[in-house]
C-alpha cells in the first residue's frame, strides 16, 4: 500500500529541495526523519514537514506502524515562479525569478 504527502507551493527553489530528497530516498521513515532534524537548512524542514504529514496519514488512514514505513521515492516538481525585477545601473532593471517547488512523499510498507 502507498501512502503519499504533497506540500505544494513551498517557497524554495526545487533544485535546493533536491538536494536534501536525494539523501533520504530508500531509508526508513523513522530513520529519515530523525537525519533531517539535523541537516541544517530551511529545505530540510519543508521535507520534514511534508514526511511527518505522510506519516500520520499512515497511521490515522491506514492503520499502519511508522516504523514499517519506508520511503518509495521523494519527488519534487517545479512550481509556478513569481516575476520580480532588481534596478541597477542607468535606469535599467533586471529580471529574476522567485521560484517554488511542490513536495511528493510517498510511503511504502516494508
Known sequence: MEIRALTKYSRMSPQKVREITRVIQGKNAAEAAELLKFIPRKSARL???TLKSAI??????????AESLTIKSAI????????RFHPVA????????KRMSHITIVLAQS
Open 47 to 49: 521535507v520534514y514537514k
Open 76 to 83: 519534487v516538481n517545479e512550481g509556478p515562479s513569481i516575476k
Open 56 to 65: 500520520a496519514n499512515a497511521e490515522n488512514n491506514a492503520n499502519v506502524v
Open 90 to 97: 542607468r535606469g535599467m532593471a533586471h529580471p529574476y525569478k
